[in-house]
């Protein structure tokens, strides 16, 4: 009968939320399914329809300068600061494939200074760079090869456009009239009598010397030069319908420029750097992106037709606007790698008579969440996530990813991970967050010296700020709200969202804490209803018991103190750490031992890399959990939920350190009882499902990683597997002692049983009637040898090696290895290597010098016993020979003796 297998706690990354965008080029794909972005050295591939990761392609070890996405995303360029442009050609994404495959084509040198700008044009066969260097150059895409080569830019070039102008007869003759006196062709002649225009692609480019060049891809020169601007060119777009280039540069400025005759026909003040223009509703309207973090329309008589908006700040600005006329929106890029989804349906022209509201945002995707700080559960269902990513606005992200069509996530973007709501409305970073049993209550505390308690209404889509609590002197760096439900039942408990939490608690760096009551009504300003000064250094966690009469905080000045919740009074002290207390956490009721005859535990998280648990009854020390190699940041308890009486486990800690790693103690006997590494920095936020006991961590790495309770399935197989492992066990005892040594020798070697696997060798070596001609005693166990795969073969030849270093076991590995060498070809055994590595420790050769090595000592032995043994021979004869004459000397004594005659003369 299988022994009874012990719990584990076992944890596995169920998914993870990455950055797919950090910062430099951008791209889309005609059809708005697919962005590429930079994320550090390397280009990542994302689908915008549900955010899966489709490809990831590997830096050269530089930063990415410039990146270019064909509109049908066929192909991706990659330029870097190394110098080199590399080619990918891209597997098509349908809808069944989440995965797209790229094959690099070429990898060239096409400047000799970093490239700066790309462009590909709209039948993505050519793409246009341009270098620091002030040269512009065409590329064929599929075939590599330079096609075009422009010199006159004097300086960086900054902007790229492709576009086809329709070039009347006159205007054709005009411009070839001094050509035609030189050089009349009838075929040209011919050619312009068939038709009264054609189309000829040109080439714009921009530098910063605010210079634009119209470059003639047909007669390889430049067309003209347009020189208004005063400052670097950002961006270009052309019309064919107004028949009009369009040109914005950091002078605050717009330029439309008339295609036919290349002077400007407008120009347009928009106070403010403008990174990207465009053409949008027909190319009726233009539209704008710069500096002031706003989308601005304007008519192409030059009039704003978008009411004023305010202004962002720095990080609002936008970099870029990415836009396809087959789109119904424009999506927006920002320097704080945010992209927002622009509905252009009120820029319709039947609509875009007067003046337009602000484009409406209707999706909202983050490029990176920075460095996670603090993050909780929030919603009912505990279905969102609240994210604390060292900015002044809170994220909220949805954590459901059930029933979503495709095109359902087109349209709304709430696939796992997508950003559903912003709250703003800090004037600086947020440091801590915490929500309160319902999920329908957030509070956040900043840097601008003040909290704020928000209502959460998934449902009615609402997120609004219910109070602003505003009175420390410096900045916030802990805040709690109660964790106790109200009685099932109750009015509370059944609209939590008209009953907010009845106080809450803040600590600040001015080394206070307050209490702050919460009126039904709420009130856009509260007073705290208690100061106390607490700590000699700054206050870093504060946590309220499961109960709602005590609270806890920790402070940088190795301490931690116990205060009534209704008087402010400190009843405890808890002393012990050797630095300052990061994090403090009550164990709620669900993690406690029922009839433990205490008062709960609480635990503390120090920068000495300890976790101290300790006894709410008399605050002593109960347990130091030492294991971590940096500062112990965040800790989370898990629900108790033993599963029967092999379960040992007492109530569980989860904790968070500067190593990146997060590990899971037993409160009850000091076990840590695993550890999870997904992260590469510092893992500041850690928090646990109050009833699944699933896990969710966040760092400095701008990495989420989402972890799931295997502890059941984890117990299920390790179960399973040690019945399996009985069972074989004991048809292995069956086998051997019937004397089926073919099934015996296969299963020894398929459970990987070498001591059984000796036993069998043994006896068929040592059998006292081995078969006539057999290499091994059997000839059974000979055609089992002879038959064994490539894995039991190299498993043999391991346990052979082992075998062969005893004395005692040494003939058996030397019978079975002769065996071996005499079944299998040299050819056979040297393909054999270890599965999947090549080279590594364990290797044939490595296994073949260990068996030699050991052979020559045995070897050695034996002469050395064959040398030993001649002298002995030559002992035993001597022996024999003095044994001999003493005999005949004896019996001459006795004869002499009877006759009376001495033997001594």
């Not at 299920?716 to 292995?732: M, N």
Request: hydrophobic content about 35%.
């Amino acid at each position: 009968m299988a022994q009874r297998t012990s719990v584990k706690t076992t944890y596995a990354v169920q998914r993870t939320l990455q950055p797919i965008y950090s910062s430099g080029s951008i791209a889309l794909s005609e059809d708005g399914r697919i962005l590429a972005a930079c994320v550090g050295e390397d280009a990542l591939l994302t689908n915008l329809t549900n955010g899966q990761e489709l490809a990831r392609i590997e830096g050269d070890g530089e930063a990415i300068t410039a990146l270019a996405l064909t509109p049908a995303a066929s192909h991706l360029i990659i330029c870097s600061r190394s110098l080199s442009m590399r080619i990918y050609a891209l597997s098509p994404l349908d809808s069944d494939d989440q995965t797209i495959t790229t094959n690099l084509l070429r990898s060239l040198r096409p400047h000799t200074s970093p490239v700066v700008t790309l462009t590909v044009d709209a039948t993505g066969t050519l793409v246009a760079t341009g270098g620091a260097d002030g040269v512009v150059k065409v590329w064929d895409i599929r075939a590599g090869y330079t096609t075009h080569t422009f010199h006159e830019h004097g300086g960086v070039v900054s902007a790229l456009h492709f576009f086809q102008v329709e070039i009347s007869e006159k205007e054709d003759e005009a411009e070839h009239s001094k050509k035609r006196k030189r050089r009349k062709s009838q075929q040209e002649e011919n050619m312009r009598d068939k038709k009264d225009s054609h189309l000829e692609y040109r080439l714009a480019s921009g530098a910063e010397d605010g210079k634009i060049r119209i470059w003639n891809m047909h007669e390889r020169m430049s067309a003209t030069v347009l020189d208004s601007h005063v400052s670097v060119v950002r961006s270009l777009k052309f019309s064919a319908r107004q028949n009009i280039l369009v040109s914005s540069s950091r002078d605050k400025t717009l330029i439309m420029w008339d295609a036919q005759s290349w002077k400007a026909k407008r120009t347009i003040a928009a106070l403010e750097g403008i990174e990207s223009v465009g053409f949008t509703s027909a190319d009726q309207i233009i539209y704008t992106g710069g500096e002031n973090g706003r989308i601005r329309l304007w008519s192409t008589s030059g009039q704003e037709i978008t009411r004023e908006q305010q202004p962002g700040n720095e990080i609002d600005g936008i970099v870029e606007v990415l836009y396809y006329s087959t789109l119904p929106y424009l999506i927006s890029v920002h320097a704080d790698q945010v992209l927002n989804f622009h509905s252009l349906r009120s820029a319709d022209l039947p609509s875009a008579e007067g003046v337009l509201e602000p484009l409406p945002v209707f999706r909202r995707v983050s490029g990176t969440h920075d460095e996670v700080i603090d993050l909780a559960y929030v919603g009912f269902d505990k279905s969102l996530l609240a994210l604390n990513t060292n900015s002044e606005d809170i994220r909220i992200v949805t954590l459901d990813s059930s029933n979503r069509t495709s095109e359902t996530e087109t349209t709304d973007g709430r696939y796992f991970g997508a950003d559903v709501a912003l709250l703003k409305g800090h004037d600086d970073i947020v440091i801590c967050l915490d929500v309160d049993w319902s999920g329908h209550w957030l509070a956040t505390g900043a840097k601008d010296n003040t909290a704020r308690l928000w209502r959460l209404d998934p449902q009615g889509d609402s997120y609004k700020c219910f109070a602003v609590l505003t009175g420390h002197a410096e900045s916030l760096g802990a805040i709690a709200l109660p964790h106790m439900a109200p009685q099932i039942g109750s009015s509370a408990f059944t609209d939590p969202l008209s009953h907010p939490p009845s106080y809450l608690v803040t600590g600040s760096q001015d080394r206070t804490v307050k209490r702050w009551d919460i009126s039904k009504e709420g009130k856009q300003k509260l007073r705290a209803k208690y100061t106390r000064k607490a700590h000699d250094k700054d206050i870093n966690a504060i946590d309220i018991d499961p109960s709602g009469t005590l609270f806890a905080s920790a402070s940088q000045d190795r301490t931690v103190k116990i205060y009534s919740a209704a008087e402010g009074e400190a009843i405890g002290v808890l002393r012990g750490h050797r630095r300052g207390v990061w994090t403090v956490k009550f164990a709620p009721k669900e993690s406690q031992v029922p009839n433990s005859g205490n008062k709960g535990l609480i635990a503390t998280g120090s920068g000495d890399k300890t976790v101290k648990i300790w006894n709410l009854s008399d605050y002593s020390c109960l347990l130091t959990l030492e294991g971590h190699s940096n500062s112990v940041l965040k800790l989370a308890w898990l629900p108790y939920r033993p599963f029967d009486a092999r379960d040992k486990r007492g109530p569980q800690v989860a904790s968070a350190a500067g190593d990146g790693l997060v590990k899971i103690w037993d409160s009850s006997s000091g076990e840590a009882m695993t550890t999870l590494d997904n992260h590469t920095d510092r893992v500041w936020a850690l928090a646990a499902h109050p009833t699944a006991g699933a896990l969710i961590s966040g760092g400095g790495d701008s990495v989420i990683t989402f972890w799931e309770d295997t502890t059941t399935a984890t117990l299920e197989a390790a179960t399973t597997a040690e019945t399996e492992r009985v069972e074989l066990d004991q048809k292995l005892q069956n086998f051997a002692y019937a004397g089926n040594y073919r099934e015996a020798i296969t299963l020894a070697l398929q459970m990987d049983q070498p001591g059984r696997l000796f036993g069998l060798f043994k006896s068929v070596v040592e059998s006292e009637v081995p078969d006539e001609g057999s290499l091994s005693g059997l000839d059974a166990v000979d055609e089992v040898l002879a038959h064994l795969a490539d894995e039991q073969l190299y498993k043999l030849l391991l346990r052979l090696r082992d075998w062969n270093t005893n004395v005692r076991s040494a003939p058996i590995a030397q019978k079975i290895l002769w065996t071996v060498v005499k079944l299998y070809p040299a050819s056979r055994l040297a393909s054999l290597k270890p599965a999947g590595k090549i080279g590594a420790k364990g290797s044939l050769k490595e296994i073949l010098d260990a068996v030699r090595a050991y052979s020559e000592r045995h070897y050695h032995r034996v002469e050395e016993l064959v040398d030993e043994s001649y002298l002995l021979d030559f002992t035993l004869r001597e022996m024999d020979e003095v044994a001999d004459l003493k005999v005949i000397t004896n019996g001459t004594a006795r004869l002499g003796s009877r006759r009376g005659i001495s033997t001594v003369d």
